[in-house]
């Protein structure tokens, strides 16, 4: 629907935008949204508008956590003054939608990219900019980096352990509002799906 395919953005700051600064934002994002969907892959135009490394991490994490909502409702971006700047996406946010598709969907298999298969959610401008070839290069570039690194050192079956030990009392204060949540069985979800969606991504991004 018409409701669907509209992007729609909300500036943070500053707090009151003059008509000067709100009809350059809009023709600033209507180019960037242009240069997005050009029907060339091999046109490098978007990449005046967006960082495209920071995008590249931040669409890795996204992936990592198979957050469905990640390109939609809850997708942080910024931009710093001056016509040279780039958007830069970040910080990462609300991943109340991670690893959802085994409860909406029954899916437990985790293969598969987060603009694969539409959801609930519509993802904007990721599916688009996953076309061009240049991105699946730095994204393919950043995984490496990121997985050949060990995730810098990072167990997470026991970091998933001691945070879960640390949260215990927000937990107990949770489950007064929440019942129907049992921090163990989420606690073993998560290891069992990010372990599966890292297994499968590296498959498509590691160096075989």
């Known amino acids: 629907s018409d409701l669907i395919d509209t992007l729609a953005m909300t500036y ?19 180019r960037v949204n242009t240069a997005i969907y050009s029907p060339d892959k091999s046109s490098t135009e978007w990449e005046q508008y967006i960082d ?3 995008l590249a991490m931040y669409y890795i994490v996204g992936e990592i956590m198979d957050e469905m909502e990640y390109f939609s409702g809850s997708c942080y971006v910024y931009k ?16 109340g939608n991670a690893f959802q598709r085994w409860a909406i969907y029954q899916d437990t298999s985790f293969e598969h990219f987060l603009y694969d298969d539409p959801t609930v959610f519509t993802s904007h401008w990721i599916e688009e900019i ?3 070839p240049h991105f699946q290069q730095v994204v393919r570039q950043h995984w490496q980096d990121f997985y050949g690194s060990g995730f810098n050192g990072l167990d997470i ?15 107990v204060a949770d489950g007064v ?11 073993a979800d998560f290891k069992r799906f990010i372990h599966r969606k890292i297994t499968w991504l590296n498959a498509q991004w590691g160096d075989s």
């Open 130 to 132: 996953a076309r061009f």
């Open 157 to 171: 079956d026991r970091f998933a352990d001691e945070f879960v030990e640390s949260i215990k009392p927000a937990v």
């Open 177 to 187: 509002l929440w019942p129907r949540y049992d921090i163990d069985i989420q606690k």
């Open 52 to 54: 495209i490394d920071t």
């Open 80 to 95: 710093h003054q001056g016509k040279d700047s780039k958007l830069i996406f970040g910080p990462v946010w609300d991943f």
């Open 12 to 30: 943070h700051s500053p707090e009151h935008l003059s008509m000067q600064q709100e009809r350059y934002l809009t023709d600033w994002i209507t």
